[in-house]
Structures are given as C-alpha cells and as structure tokens.
C-alpha cells in the first residue's frame, strides 16, 4: 500500500511558484523553481531561499539530556556551550554510521538534534531506546517545525532588514531565539552549501508569513526561491557528505575521513566504542579507501556508484556526481585506493557505462569561498 508523501507548511506557495515538486524521503519537495544553474548560481553569488521542512527535529530535554546524548552519540555533547551547536553522529553498535547529526544545546538541559528526513525515525528510534534509563525525554517535534534557509554572501543583509537579533555575534555553528518579521524563531548559522547562511526554525503556521517576508526584503538583493537540486551541487561543491552516498550504514566514520567526531575521551561509553576504537586502529596501520575529488578533462558526467579504475583495475567508487556550475565542468566525490588518492595522481579515470572518462584528482573541497 502506497502512502502519499508529507508536504511541508509552504507547499501550496511552491506549486503557485511553479515549483517541480519530488518524493525525497517521504516528503513532496521542490527540486527547482526554473533553472537550477540560476539558482546555484544565486546561492554563490548573491542569496537562495529555501524550504528544508523535511528535515527531523528531535527535542532531548531533562536533567540527564546530556548524559543520554554522549552515551547515544560519538560526540562529547558535553561541552556544547548553551547557544552553541555540533556536527556529530549516530553510530550502530557495530561502528556504522546510522546518520550525520547537528546537535543545538538550547537550554541548560534542552537540546535539538536535527536528523537527515530519511534517517529521522531511526534516529528518533535509536534516542528512545538508548534513552532508557536516563532522567531526560526524548520528543519527536518533526510536526512543531518549519524550516526555512537562507544562503548565500548576501543573507546577512536580508535577514538583518527582519530581524534586531544579534546576527554579527551569531558564530557559524550556533543558534540564538529570536524574532523575525514578527515571527519567533530560532536562528541558526550551520549551513550546507559552502556559503555564509542562516537557517530558521519557525512554527509551521507561521512558514508562509516568514517567506513572503524574505522573499520581499531579498528582492533588491537578487535572492530566488532554490530547490533540492541545486542544493546537492553546491554541497558537493563544497565537499560535504550526504547520507546516503558518502556516508552509510556499511561505513564508520573512520572510513569516511572523519573520524575526528568521535571523541573517545569524553566520560563514560558509548553506542559503537569497541567496533570504532577497532576501527581507528585499522585506519591507522591500513588506511581505508580515502574520499576524494575528481575534476572531469570531458564533459561526461559520474554518477554514484560508478566505478573509478587506473590501469584497467577498479580502484574505487563514485558516491556523488554533477554538472558544478562554478567550475564548469563535472565533478565527483569517490572513494579510492589509499595509493590513487593524492592530488595530481595520474591515469585515473571514471567508468561511465563501459567508456573510461579521465577525471583529475584534487583535494576537497573543489570550492571555498573567500572570508
């Protein structure tokens, strides 16, 4: 029996724009307005607005919230200052990656753990559950929250034309209450496109008023409506993993390159210690396969899942593929043999349907934006 996709408090306004609507996790979602180069290109150069309602808000509330999170989590929550937030994971028992997380400490003892749309009720499953025991509660607010971003170099200029709070003192990685054209908020500075940005999490009744609101105080700035799509280049461009293809449940953080999140000195164990210990240990005396970027010489494009081969040997797999607007050509994310890894490594070459496409070998990101 099929069920109908969730739709977010701004669908009717997406539709009236002229929005391509996609199923991306269970929710109908614009992919793109009109042109997703524009739109990309908006996003680098001037500001996108966009509506990431899909994504899991998870409310950790109680006096021993913190205690659960360090034992639920691979990060030390602990030292997440009130205003504050951290990139972080969710691991198996076994050290796989359940999914990425950012974590919000709202109060003394309040924290918002937002979650990938795909991954939310596992992770909502696996808070309650390793939450036993613990004097916290675990509350799934996926229906609390709208969630709106604004991204781009010219959002802070935007958001300060409907908002008094504090945006300069806003660090990147923290979030503050606030008001925004008349709408109580939580701000946040997070981002996933590579460019300065704020992220807004509103009641959804109050979703339309805050776009309408933005929308008209970005108009003179050159901001567009974006969607999904032109998200994913961008975020690839700034070589930031997605679930789902550069981070799974078959990989540990280790073998993603980002072993740095799991922090084993915090106090007490935690869900995945033994298998990542293991897992760092691996890393150490036998490197895994390393993520890195490929540049395209042609104009064909990878797609995930691809093989990457040099000297007619499969050395390793793309995991995210597209057309990048900035540098004009195609670009990949992959993971390869520790040996084909290094900048400038030659004779490596992508897999496209039985055609062997020489791709160039560079380090991530392949774009970072000037301060």
């Not at 030292?79 to 028992?93: D, K, Q």
């Not at 509660?137 to 802070?156: F, I, K, M, T, W």
């Not at 009744?205 to 409506?225: C, F, N, V, Y």
Request: charged share 20%; hydrophobic share 45%; glycine share 12%.
């Amino acid at each position: 029996m099929s069920t109908a996709p969730r739709l977010t408090a701004l669908d009717a306004l997406h539709r009236s724009l002229g929005a391509t609507m996609t199923d991306f996790a269970g929710w109908d979602m614009p992919l793109r307005y009109a042109s997703e180069r524009d739109e990309h290109i908006a996003v680098r150069t001037k500001a996108g607005l966009f509506d990431l309602s899909h994504m899991g808000e998870i409310t950790v509330t109680g006096p021993a919230a913190v205690d659960l999170l360090n034992f639920a989590l691979v990060g030390n929550i602990g030292t997440v200052s009130v205003g504050r937030a951290r990139y972080t994971m969710i691991c198996a028992e076994d050290g796989g990656i359940l999914d990425d997380l950012i974590v919000y400490r709202l109060a003394e003892t309040e924290y918002m753990v937002v979650a990938n749309a795909g991954n939310a009720q596992i992770v909502l499953d696996a808070l309650t559950a390793r939450g036993e025991g613990f004097d916290a509660e675990v509350r799934d607010d996926r229906d609390a929250y709208a969630l709106l971003a604004v991204q781009g170099p010219e959002s802070p200029a935007i958001l300060a034309a409907v908002t008094d709070a504090d945006l300069d003192g806003l660090k990147y990685y923290a979030g503050l209450p606030g008001t925004v054209a008349g709408v109580p908020a939580l701000i946040a500075r997070t981002g996933y496109t590579g460019e300065d940005g704020f992220e807004l999490f509103v009641a959804p009744g109050h979703a339309e008023q805050l776009w309408r609101a933005l929308t008209e105080a970005g108009a003179s700035r050159g901001l567009i409506p974006c969607g999904l799509s032109c998200r994913d280049t961008l975020r690839l461009e700034a070589g930031m993993p997605l679930y789902g293809h550069e981070l799974t449940t078959g990989l540990t953080p280790f073998d993603a390159g980002l072993g740095r999140v799991v922090k084993f000195e915090k106090e007490g164990d935690f869900v995945g210690r033994k298998a990542l210990e293991a897992a760092a240990g691996r890393a150490e005396t036998a490197p895994p396969r390393k993520l890195v970027g490929l540049v395209a010489e042609g104009r064909r494009v990878p797609r995930a899942g691809f093989p990457v081969v040099a000297g007619g040997q499969v050395i390793g797999e793309v995991t995210s593929g597209a057309p990048s607007p900035t540098l004009g050509k195609p670009i990949a994310m992959a993971y390869v043999d520790a040996a084909h890894a290094a900048p400038g490594t030659e004779g490596v070459a992508v897999d496209i349907r039985g055609s062997h496409e020489a791709y160039e070998v560079v380090a991530l990101p392949f774009y970072k934006r000037q301060k």
